[in-house]
């Protein structure tokens, strides 16, 4: 065990990137790790735990009931999953077969992602609609009501929507389309934390179910996430993830969970079975949840976004060009800015392969790198690695002297 926490001190890096899959996520607090120790020596029925969510996620989230999910992205195959077949067990037992059955989700076509595998995994279709002719140049035009209106179809079972600051058209105008049109609308917010506001603000735009990512600004473990909406589709999805594996006559499942008397037997085990969740991953996310909802992160949040400003100053001493982008409330990151100038031979791509190549190895937020900007966020920052991160950059950007 100890040969093994050797190898992690090994690949450790410095996370100036914030809450990304690729480097681990976000910071788990010692509240949400006493949880999950806490949960470890319990033997619980996991459908009565998960009951137990679904309540706290409904009254968090201003939902009927909700699902701890393994991360986002099984959230949105659990959500289609029920999308798809309701509570018909035998479209359950057959999942990703879906001959027979409508299976296509109308989707943006600038909202697309990577993600979206997950809903395909399902056996679902996409089909894409619309055009977005401000990002070809084109025009000034996006997706339009009428784009989704147009594509429905015998086929069409739900409707697919990648939320984020910019996503268009609004999603209260796709989810007023997808009730007049009885589809139901799944939505992936997966990263639209903070603010925390936003939980409750997202589902009461009328979505039928929303996907939100547990290790990311949650700050739960990070093979969580959550997906909350409508009672009936709350109920297929827990049907679709949880362990099947009882005596039908003997299979008693929480009632405000799951709803028996709309299940013809019991199905075997779902699509959503390879997406288990652990005791311990549930208790450690909801104390996650319910410390999020709380404000219980602000300080910290406060306080790195501190360090971020100190950050600039140094780097500003040092004339070495930067901004910081302040934060819209206490709940959200400032980022530093750090501009590339290509005259001094090297791009932002080259100057963030230098950092990640370095000892310690630095990863800054690549969302900039086409305009040559480096980023650097601080949710995932530990105040004992600001002194190392500051000399990293500072070596790698320090103009040459004159
Ligand atoms: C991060 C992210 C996901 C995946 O979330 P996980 O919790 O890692 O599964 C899905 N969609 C979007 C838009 C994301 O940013």
């Not at 002719?133 to 739900?158: F, L």
């Not at 299940?263 to 969740?277: L, N, Y």
């Not at 900007?373 to 105040?383: G, S, V, Y």
């Amino acid at each position: 065990m100890d040969r093994f926490l050797n190898e992690l001190r090994d690949v450790s890096v410095i996370n100036a990137c914030g809450p990304v899959t690729r480097l681990g996520g976000s910071v788990m607090p010692p509240e949400v790790l006493q949880a999950f120790c806490d949960a470890a020596d319990q033997a619980v029925l996991l459908d009565d735990l998960q009951a137990a969510a679904s309540r706290r996620i409904a009254a968090l989230t201003g939902t009927e009931a909700g699902l701890v999910t393994a991360g986002a992205s099984a959230a949105l195959t659990l959500g289609a999953a029920a999308i798809l077949c309701g509570h018909d067990t035998a479209r359950m037992d057959r999942l990703p077969d879906c001959d027979g059955f409508p299976c296509e989700f109308l989707v943006a076509r600038d909202q697309r992602t990577g993600y979206d595998h997950a809903v395909r995994a399902t056996g679902a279709r996409l089909v894409e609609v619309g055009i977005n002719e401000q990002i070809s140049g084109a025009g000034v035009r996006r997706t339009e009501i009428r784009d989704y209106e147009s594509a429905i179809g015998p086929q069409t079972a739900g409707i697919l929507y990648t939320l984020s600051t910019d996503s268009a058209p609004p999603l209260e105008d796709v989810a007023a389309m997808a009730r007049e049109q009885n589809l139901h609308l799944l939505v992936d917010a997966a990263a639209e934390l903070p603010p925390r506001s936003r939980l409750r603000e997202i589902p009461a735009s009328g979505a039928d179910l929303v996907a939100f990512s547990g290790g990311k600004a949650i700050c739960g473990p990070q093979s969580t996430g959550l997906l909350c909406g409508k009672r009936e589709l709350i109920s297929s999805a827990a049907l679709q993830m949880l362990d099947m594996d009882d005596h039908p006559d003997l299979w008693t499942p929480p009632p405000d969970l799951i709803d028996v008397s709309r299940v013809t037997g019991m199905p075997r085990h779902g699509i959503g079975r390879a997406m288990k969740v652990s005791k311990e991953e549930i208790a450690a996310l909801m104390t996650a949840l319910e410390m999020l909802v709380s404000g219980r992160f602000e300080p910290l949040c406060c306080e790195q976004n501190v360090w971020i400003r100190d950050l600039a100053a140094v780097l500003e001493e040092r004339s070495i060009a930067c901004r910081v982008r302040e934060p819209l409330s206490d709940e959200q990151p400032a980022v530093l800015e750090i501009p590339v100038d290509p005259a001094t031979g090297r791009t932002a791509r080259d100057v963030c392969r230098m950092l990640r190549q370095g000892r310690p190895s630095v990863h800054v937020g690549h969302a900039g790198l086409s305009e040559g900007l480096l980023l650097i966020r601080p949710e995932c920052l530990q105040a004992a690695q600001m002194p190392d991160l500051t000399d990293a950059l500072c070596r790698v950007l320090q103009p040459p002297a004159e």
